[in-house]
């Protein structure tokens, strides 16, 4: 089957998803977004697969995150508009996490705020040195990834989320927050290393090892700690906040382009 925004392949027990918008550093847009939850459960269902890898066309980003510029242009949501809008994210990033076959996200480049939240529902995050993370939406909201990453990393979390700041790979793998780190030249070889091994395993192995992992953490309330992010996030989204007032201000009147530009000098003198 044919997708708009994603390439895919089955090789020899992997099935490999290439976010395919490099001109917009693979920012997932809603049409992504269908497309990505489709092929998942594609492959999901595919008895030759056994292992996902999901990974960014450009080799400058897996992802920059949600399109930002596809909901600048969108209306202002009201409470209930926002609270379907987040769900509908929760689903979307869910369908990693519910998927029965592991899954390893392969990052070269920016992984942020909707892309992190994204990743860290995969079983495994593998980067290359020049990756950059961040949860940016922060300095303003929050996101779902505010809710994922204790459970990654623990109360380390909070620098990442209380300043918004970017990590290169070093620091990411230092905390914990990817598995694997290797030079860009290689990490394709690597991870297709790595999944191949893998796939080696039974296949009802690998499920149930899966569910088992996944189950001990809804156990110890993974799943509502996801919807209470849900719950937040709604609310401070629909708050029009001082911040977040000039913010839209700006970008009303000169445009997206500018109001980031404003967004990121706020927290350039301590950069």
């Not at 990756?131 to 990834?145: D, K, L, W, Y």
């Not at 809710?147 to 793998?173: F, K, Q, S, V």
Request: charged share 25%; glycine share 4%; aromatic share 8%.
């Amino acid at each position: 089957m044919a997708y708009e925004t994603l390439l895919y392949e089955v090789d020899d027990r992997v099935a490999t998803i290439t976010l395919n918008r490099p001109e917009r550093h693979n920012a997932l847009s809603q049409k992504l977004c269908a497309e990505l939850m489709e092929v998942v459960r594609a492959a999901d269902q595919d008895p030759s697969v056994r292992v996902l890898v999901i990974t960014g066309a450009g080799g400058k980003a897996f992802s920059a995150g949600y399109d930002i510029k596809e909901s600048a242009e969108a209306p202002k949501r009201t409470l209930s508009e926002w609270r379907d809008r987040l769900n509908r994210d929760l689903r979307f990033t869910y369908s990693v996490w519910e998927c029965s076959k592991p899954v390893i996200a392969m990052i070269d480049g920016f992984c942020l705020a909707g892309a992190l939240e994204f990743a860290q529902m995969c079983d495994m995050r593998i980067a290359s040195q020049a990756s950059q993370f961040a949860v940016i939406e922060t300095r303003f909201s929050n996101g779902i990834a505010t809710y994922i990453m204790p459970w990654i990393i623990g109360a380390r979390c909070r620098r990442l989320i209380y300043t918004g700041d970017m990590i290169d790979a070093a620091e990411a793998l230092r905390l914990g927050l990817v598995d694997l780190v290797y030079p860009k030249a290689t990490l394709r070889q690597e991870t297709m290393k790595i999944a191949r091994r893998m796939s080696r395993v039974a296949l009802a192995a690998l499920q149930w090892n899966k569910r088992a992992i996944n189950n001990t953490l809804e156990t110890m309330g993974f799943r509502a700690a996801m919807q209470y992010g849900v719950e937040a996030c709604t609310i401070l989204d629909a708050t029009n906040t001082p911040e977040y007032a000039q913010f839209d201000e700006i970008r009303r009147s000169k445009g997206l382009a500018e109001a980031l530009r404003w967004r990121d000098a706020q927290f350039a003198p301590f950069e």
